[in-house]
């Protein structure tokens, strides 16, 4: 809102009025502060803006259901006018009531961000839904596309005050090159320790693939060092995606996913192996050869002051503590069902 304020001038030495001056006043505006690209982040809505002037590529995905329903990302041709505007989207999948790109439409294609946007749900109650674009454009597509990264759903009380934010992206779909490079530069060469012999997850999932063949090890060495060589994108018929080149003395050339949790770094390690040495040098002179050993192996017996149980078992998540003439008595619950139970301070049972 612009505001007019009219002063009149009068000249008393004068018999004609002088012309009405004008006064305008524009109302501050505060500047929408956006900060320069940081290339050790990929995509996050709040870093949006200042990803316009890079480059995003689309990493091919590894198709998951045998039925096909698999979706990637969904381009359209014109900004949606809508949360779900089916007309405008490019390449559609029709099966599906709200329609998607086809799966793998856009595997490879690199685009130039030239913009961000988004929409809302126009009325919302307590939930609002968002939908995020980057606006990229190429030689294959050469007009204004509004590629959709993220789907985000705010909560609100009854008074509309934001209460808590949820986003949900796949930022393994879409990769800034510029983050990239930079993943490059600080990873190659990164010492890695194999966590799982067996070569599983947690989740029953395989971890490292023969770069020949593209099949599954078998098994892995316990606390094997891997190489990161390269990372770069795989194509194989079991894992399809971007992920590191890995080697190591005695298994050369393998890959796995982009994902390292199922790691350790070297460094780390190293240093966590050099503590547990130390920790178990200290059981050994503090409760001698026998009892040390125990600590060590996690096991507690009968008569174990509290501070050795801690040492062996860890903290309890809960302690029951009562007093009378008798003494002191205390209950260390540990989960699935393991107790212990002291009398002034002594380990007196273990119900495991």
């Given at each position: 809102?612009?505001?007019?304020?009219?002063?009149?001038?009068?000249?008393?030495?004068?018999?004609?009025?002088?012309?009405?001056?004008?006064?305008?006043?524009?109302?501050?505006?505060?500047?929408r502060v956006i900060m320069p690209y940081d290339s050790l982040e990929n995509?996050?809505?709040?870093?949006?803006?200042?990803?316009?002037?890079?480059?995003?590529?689309?990493?091919?995905?590894?198709?998951?259901?045998?039925?096909?329903?698999?979706?990637?990302?969904?381009?359209?041709?014109?900004?949606?006018?809508?949360?779900?505007?089916?007309?405008?989207?490019?390449?559609?999948?029709?099966?599906?009531?709200?329609?998607?790109?086809?799966?793998?439409?856009?595997?490879?294609?690199?685009?130039?961000?030239?913009?961000?946007?988004?929409?809302?749900?126009?009325?919302?109650?307590?939930?609002?839904?968002?939908?995020?674009?980057?606006?990229?454009?190429?030689?294959?597509?050469?007009?204004?596309?509004?590629?959709?990264?993220?789907?985000?759903?705010?909560?609100?009380?009854?008074?509309?005050?934001?209460?808590?934010?949820?986003?949900?992206?796949?930022?393994?779909?879409?990769?800034?090159?510029?983050?990239?490079?930079?993943?490059?530069?600080?990873?190659?060469?990164?010492?890695?320790?194999?966590?799982?012999?067996?070569?599983?997850?947690?989740?029953?999932?395989?971890?490292?693939?023969?770069?020949?063949?593209?099949?599954?090890?078998?098994?892995?060495?316990?606390?094997?060092?891997?190489?990161?060589?390269?990372?770069?994108?795989?194509?194989?018929?079991?894992?399809?995606?971007?992920?590191?080149?890995?080697?190591?003395?005695?298994?050369?050339?393998?890959?796995?996913?982009?994902?390292?949790?199922?790691?350790?770094?070297?460094?780390?390690?190293?240093?966590?192996?050099?503590?547990?040495?130390?920790?178990?040098?200290?059981?050994?002179?503090?409760?001698?050869?026998?009892?040390?050993?125990?600590?060590?192996?996690?096991?507690?017996?009968?008569?174990?002051?509290?501070?050795?149980?801690?040492?062996?078992?860890?903290?309890?998540?809960?302690?029951?503590?009562?007093?009378?003439?008798?003494?002191?008595?205390?209950?260390?619950?540990?989960?699935?069902?393991?107790?212990?139970?002291?009398?002034?301070?002594?380990?007196?049972?273990?119900?495991?």
């Open positions: 809102m612009r505001f007019q304020f009219l002063f009149l001038l009068i000249f008393t030495t004068s018999s004609a009025f002088a012309q009405i001056g004008t006064l305008t006043i524009s109302p501050k505006v505060e500047e995509i996050t809505r709040s870093n949006l803006p200042s990803l316009v002037g890079q480059k995003v590529q689309i990493i091919p995905q590894q198709r998951t259901s045998s039925l096909g329903l698999d979706t990637g990302p969904t381009l359209y041709n014109s900004k949606p006018s809508t949360m779900f505007n089916n007309e405008k989207v490019v390449n559609p999948d029709t099966r599906f009531t709200i329609y998607n790109s086809k799966f793998g439409s856009f595997d490879n294609e690199v685009f130039d961000i030239v913009g961000v946007d988004s929409i809302f749900d126009s009325d919302f109650y307590t939930y609002r839904t968002g939908h995020f674009y980057l606006i990229v454009k190429n030689e294959k597509y050469p007009t204004n596309h509004y590629l959709d990264i993220a789907l985000t759903n705010d909560e609100y009380d009854s008074n509309k005050k934001l209460i808590r934010r949820a986003e949900f992206y796949n930022t393994m779909e879409f990769m800034i090159l510029g983050y990239y490079e930079k993943c490059r530069q600080r990873l190659i060469g990164t010492k890695l320790v194999n966590k799982y012999p067996e070569n599983k997850s947690l989740g029953g999932n395989y971890i490292v693939y023969d770069i020949s063949s593209g099949e599954p090890l078998t098994s892995i060495p316990e606390n094997l060092v891997w190489t990161i060589k390269d990372i770069t994108l795989i194509d194989s018929q079991n894992y399809k995606g971007l992920g590191y080149l890995l080697s190591s003395d005695s298994i050369p050339d393998c890959f796995t996913s982009y994902y390292l949790n199922s790691f350790e770094n070297y460094d780390e390690f190293v240093k966590s192996q050099q503590e547990k040495k130390e920790w178990e040098q200290k059981m050994i002179r503090t409760y001698g050869k026998t009892n040390g050993k125990l600590i060590i192996e996690g096991r507690v017996k009968i008569g174990f002051t509290k501070k050795m149980c801690e040492e062996a078992w860890g903290k309890p998540t809960e302690i029951n503590k009562s007093t009378g003439s008798w003494g002191v008595h205390e209950q260390w619950v540990y989960g699935l069902g393991s107790y212990l139970y002291f009398e002034n301070g002594k380990l007196t049972s273990i119900d495991n």
